[in-house]
């Protein structure tokens, strides 16, 4: 056990924990018989919100880390990611083969004739680049190409909150209808994205160290006794 302790800090026993969470509750509903009664939408529904919960937390990291300086959650943005993508594939290989029982002509004529479905499609292609390159051995072969290409998160978070808001029953650019979710998402992604622009990262660093500075002045540290 104390093992174990030492090889996760609490934050990656944290997240973790949440990744699997959703899965695991699943399998719980299943086993009591208290699942829905429309169980394969259920785990569609599911499964993409989670995603896009662990896609939004990837982003959350580095601004995180530039208000409260823990350089351990930029270590876990990776974890994070690959567990956005693991349950990104489930959705994916839910509608395929359960919803659509590999009817690879009617899934293609479905794309096609439902936009949030094409966007979520794209939205999964771009994916994958990210996390295939996400281990070490990539930043070495890629170099500067690494940092370019997983800047496309930037891309595919939006993407996949407008997949999440148009398949919703509503339209959220008229704001009618069940946008609540989509909306929260989509407003709590774009506050992400919006403290990633570089002259908000200056101004928090900024007011970050002005405050601290200040701090030092209004308790400064005690004299030393003379001898």
Not at 70 to 89: F, M, Q, S, V
Not at 127 to 135: A, D, E, H, N, Q
Not at 166 to 173: E, L, N, R, T
């Amino acid at each position: 056990m104390k093992s174990l302790f030492k090889r996760y800090t609490p934050l990656q026993a944290a997240i973790h924990l949440y990744a699997w969470s959703a899965l695991a509750w699943i399998v719980v509903e299943l086993l009591t018989g208290s699942f829905s009664i429309n169980p394969i939408q259920e785990l569609e529904q599911r499964t993409g919100r989670h995603a896009l919960t662990l896609l939004a937390m990837t982003l959350l990291c580095s601004p995180l880390n530039l208000l409260v300086k823990l350089p351990e959650l930029l270590k876990r943005r990776r974890a994070l990611g690959l567990y956005a993508l693991l349950y990104a594939t489930i959705h994916v290989l839910i509608f395929v083969n359960l919803d659509y029982g590999l009817a690879w002509s009617l899934i293609a004529r479905t794309i096609l004739d439902k936009p949030y479905i094409l966007v979520g499609a794209a939205t999964f292609i771009l994916l994958i680049p990210l996390g295939v390159t996400s281990f070490d051995i990539w930043k070495v072969r890629l170099g500067n190409n690494w940092k370019r290409l997983h800047r496309t998160l930037y891309i595919i978070a939006p993407l996949a909150v407008l997949h999440f808001a148009w398949s919703k029953k509503g339209d959220i650019f008229a704001l009618s209808g069940d946008i609540v979710r989509p909306l929260i998402y989509g407003l709590i992604i774009g506050i992400f994205l919006i403290l990633r622009i570089p002259p908000v990262k200056r101004l928090i660093a900024s007011a970050r160290n002005g405050s601290l500075s200040l701090r030092f002045k209004r308790n400064p540290a005690p004299k030393a006794d003379a001898t």
